[in-house]
């Protein structure tokens, strides 16, 4: 079989196949999500779980069952999920597993699609646990089943740190043989029970295991010193493909050191890269890993040379790396003769539209965030959102965003929002796979604490943002599976909500009149919006424009921001209407007429 | 043999799939190929970027004037992305714009006439396509894509023939699209021919 296009995130799919994996589990997030994505599709051809937990913690926690019963399991996540999973991590890192658990982390240098750009490297110093950097999607294969290998063999979780670059990069892929692992199964023993005095023991232990993974990792195969002239280029994960293709633009041969280890760092093979050069760049994206623990290193070992890299401004904090960007700091820092002019630099280019990520044409949502707009009007309300393809609602003319934090958050930060403005109406509004997530705590709290907000769900049936996976709201599992349907209504009852409401939000008057009423209540209140997300069937109608009868207001164009809409002399509808039927109720002349597909 | 080619386009008119049918395409006759692109809803009707490299051992991202070709899906898109086009490269651009949200606001403008001679006038062969009448001819506005890859392929500048390409496009698309895209691709083809 010849070589098969692979994303960075099919590959480690792959990897883990060929480790023999047992079980995997995830939250979806970009740019993660495409893991537990191939592992569900293949599942029918190899024998093991796989599943879209309710949460990064949930994901974790199954994962690390497994991995008790001597399972080779993974669990995938985005960076800031992480934060989510990280107190059972750090637990994790103590106790340790029988089989292997292989943690991965897809962190988004950039950022392209995250509220922060955290660095997974420190997270795994931080947890004292080892970590690898590939740096192309087939390393992202060898690296993970590597990892599988080195948990198993150290009882240890492990983390892989893929990057966006990696992660949605795709290259030719060849397919290595499945080797099985068969779990032996729980043993009951103390050291599953975390008591203060074993934790003690188990600290010891863990700070003795990275002094030997040091050696290891210096002796073997993922941390490769090519020999050159006396300058030196440290790199880790995607930066150090750019920095030999910048080398080869440059035209330089210097001494190379890539950094696949980050943590514990290669410390002999650091020694040896140093006593070979006489200065060092180090290239690394996001937090100064690399470089800090050269910089110490060098101290130690008495390396006098400069050491180029953040700490000493020669390269940005924040951000992604390019070949581009590091060409031009190694020639301005070596002096020598610069890069060729960009070509079309001479001439002065249009001024471009600004165009920025919206919500679909005929998104559900965007016909909800206009209900409450409308509803609310005057109330002076707050519109606190949260994580998914509806934070596009803050964008104009919806406007309809006022805080984004975190998953979960909309409807906190809301409860300590009305407790400094009493009387002010917040409305909260989460996705169904958000409220699953971690909105359900958040409601407890509301009921419980009488924080009289009003949550507006927006129930689209399904995870939109990341790619259409499945949550308990829809009775199916990441395999296909039938199962019981959670229904949110159901839940927010069980919570205590006692004042809820579920409506179509593309039947606009009846939304309208709904918010309304839910503002006249003074308690905790629940509109569920219930339509599903377009993208999850086909259009089978769409809406034109009546040019004879559009009086040329251009509200439907002004209000709702529906890309559908372009304007020629008047407003018009292009192919893209998915037949929402949003427009038609809002123009004042009635213009807006439905006509079947083509 | 190295080939660079940039796809720019806006979320939502297929330039992740292109990217992938010329990347396996070229897999397929034995060169080494990477991609990179950005995905995920958040790109919905945004600005998109796909890179392909043919026969690199270095990243997946190409660098500014580095790109031997661009094929704009959409001309503003192509401008944006001009910057990555090397002196003397190809460019080849659907003529149909795509408004953002933000000119039917008003908060933006969308100058096609200056675009257009901007493009014209880049150190670059320049072929213009209505590829979305083309689209719309084939039964589809959504086959853009394949339309594109039509032009592309007759180009003579890829190191395999159409017929290659044509044949991974389709594996790569369900069965029930596969006949529009089809025509689509042979609509693209035809443009080359006659201009
Ligand atoms: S019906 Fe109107 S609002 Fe709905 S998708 Fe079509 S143009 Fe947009
Ligand atoms: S809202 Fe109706 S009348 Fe006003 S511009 Fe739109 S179609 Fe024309």
Redesign the interface.
Known sequence: M????LMGNEAIARGAVEAGLNLATAYPG??S?EIIGTLAEWSGDFDYYVEWSVNEKVAMEVAGGAAYAGGRALVAMKQVGLNVASDPLMSLAYIGVQGALVVVVADDPGP??SQTEQDTRVFAKFAKLPVFDP??PEEALAMTKAAFELSHRYQLPVLLRPT??VC?????IEFGPRIPNVPEGFVKDPKWVIFPRLSYQQHQLLEETRLRLEREFSDGPWNPLTPGDRIGIVAGG?SY??A??AV?RLGLNPTMLKVGTPHPLPTAKLEQFLSRVDRVFVLEELDPVLEEGIIALAGQVGFKGPIYGKRSGHFPWAGEY???RI?SVLARTLELAPA?P???AQ?V????????????AGCPHRASFYAVKRGSRGSNAIYTGDIG?YT?GN???LSMVDTCLCMGAGLTVGQGLLRMEPGRPVFAFIGDSTFFHTGIPGILNAVYNQHPIKLVLLDNSTT????HQPHPGMGRTACGGAVPQVDPVAVLRACGVEWLEVLDPLDLPATEAAVRRALEYPGVVALVLKSPCVATFKATRRYRIDSAACSNCGRC??EL???A???EEK?QIG??CYGCGLCSQICPKGAIGEVGRS | MRLDIVIAG???QGTVLAS?VL??TA??AGF????????????????VQSHVRIGT?????I???AADILLGFEP??A??S??L???GGMLLVNSHPI???????G?????LA??RA?LD???ARVTWVDGFELA?ASGN?KTLNAVMLGVLASSGALPFGRDAVLRVLLEMLPERVRAVNERAFALGCQVVKEG
Do not use: W
């Open positions: 010849g070589k098969k296009l970009t740019p999500s392209h699609s740096s192309s966006t670059r949605h990069a795709t290259s030719g995607v493909l750019y030999r293709e080869a390019s070949a581009d060409q060729a960009e070509p079309g001439d280019p249009p001024e471009l539209p600004v165009r920025p990520p919206v919500l679909c393809c596009l964008a104009p003319p939109a943002m990341t790619g164009l002004r921001g529906c890309p809409f372009y304007r407003p192919p893209s | 806006v979320g939502g992938r990347a396996q897999l397929d080494p190929a990477r991609t990179s692109e950005m995905i995920g809803m958040a790109q919905r009707e945004g600005s051992e270095f990243g997946p991202v660098g500014s004037g503003a898109e401008q944006r001009g910057n086009l090397k002196n408004h953002p949200v933000t000119v039917a606001l908060s933006s403008a969308y100058p200056e675009i901007y006038r880049l150190p719309l506005f």
